[in-house]
């Protein structure tokens, strides 16, 4: 194999480790939860969670849920000792009846790069773990009962390609769980949103292609990131469930950077402190989470800062 290979097979396996425990705890736990569980009352502002932090890492919106009576978990399962229990705290172990489905057959659709086994991965055993909580049984993921739960209801991942990782994944899990089901899905995708609907659910899982989540709008001077706008807020807010992320593309520079200049208000500059501009941007995400997502009917995740899986 040549060395170009050899770095490519390396980078394909580093990322499948890292995105099998990034989408399983922080995305497809947060949603079973929430499909389990029903929206949880209350909660604080995203704004409040994120003042007094220097840099923000996560940030979770809370809602109610809206239309039918969501079903409860047994009560060994959803609770210990009167508490519910927190899917966070939990452990990696070995389960022989893992993975759910073969990226080679069940789901034609994935995107090769994110394919390990299509490159030759020899060995299997790093499918076979799920995440153990602590104080709780999970069930076993499965695709009809998430989809009877989540009946009439848009799933929107915001973000970069670690958003589009997350969302092919769920949409090979479901599509693998119902593979006869009449799914509605695009020739081809659209450069910045791309919608499957599993149409006899109603359910609708949807990636919104956003690198910095705040504005890049082309001017007379070039292309101009707005650090205190986002306009595509108003499409995102009409969503049930939204997960965010960004941040690996705040770093870069040269000829792959995403724009040319940088605003807050009035003021435009050619570059600032790029962690200070991401937490201006942040703050702009936060206010506006805040200000125009209706928490009587949407449910927010914020994923955390992650490595990068490109080189």
């Known amino acids: 194999m040549s060395k170009g290979g050899q770095r490519f097979g390396v980078v394909t396996i580093f990322f499948f480790f890292f995105f099998f425990f990034f ?19 209350g909660g ?8 007094g932090r220097r840099m923000i890492i996560s ?16 009560k060994q399962q959803a609770q210990e000792g009167g508490t519910r229990c927190n899917v966070f705290q939990g452990s990696w172990v070995y389960d022989s009846s893992y993975p759910m489905y073969d990226t080679t057959t069940a789901c034609p659709f994935i995107r ?15 499918l076979r773990y799920r995440w153990q909580p602590s104080a709780c049984t999970l069930p076993r ?20 390609s670690l958003s589009l990782n997350n969302w092919q994944s769920l949409v090979c ?39 910095h989540l705040v504005d890049i709008q082309r001017e007379s001077i070039g292309r101009v ?63 506006w989470v805040d200000a125009e997502v209706d928490v009587a009917s949407t449910r927010v995740f914020f994923q955390g800062i992650s490595p990068s899986h490109y080189k």
């Not at 989408?23 to 009352?41: D, E, K, Q, R, S």
């Not at 995708?189 to 292609?209: K, L, R």
């Not at 807050?264 to 201006?280: I, L, P, Q, T």
């Open 225 to 287: 990131m707005k650090l205190d706008s986002i306009k595509d807020g108003a499409l995102w807010k009409t969503m049930d469930v939204l997960v965010f992320n960004t941040w690996l593309w705040w770093p870069v520079k040269g000829p792959r950077q995403q724009w040319d200049y940088i605003q807050e208000g009035e003021k435009v500059s050619e570059d600032m402190d790029r962690m200070e501009a991401f937490h201006k941007a942040m703050m702009t995400w936060a206010k």
């Open 59 to 74: 940030a979770t919106a809370t809602a109610t849920a809206t239309g039918r009576k969501q079903k409860q978990l047994p």
């Open 44 to 51: 604080g502002s995203v704004l409040e969670e994120t003042r």
């Open 112 to 126: 090769k790069e994110f394919d390990c086994l299509k490159f030759g991965r020899p060995d299997r055993d790093y």
């Open 23 to 41: 989408f399983l705890v922080i995305v497809i736990l947060p949603i079973l939860t929430c499909a389990v569980h029903g929206f949880p009352h």
């Open 141 to 160: 993921f499965n695709a009809k009962d998430f989809l009877n739960r989540m009946r009439g209801k848009r799933i929107m991942y915001i973000g970069d």
């Open 173 to 211: 899990l479901l599509y693998a769980g119902v593979p006869n089901s009449n799914i509605t899905r695009p020739r081809q995708s659209n450069a910045t949103m791309t919608t499957f609907t599993f149409e006899d659910y109603g359910v609708s899982v949807i990636i919104f292609h956003s690198l």
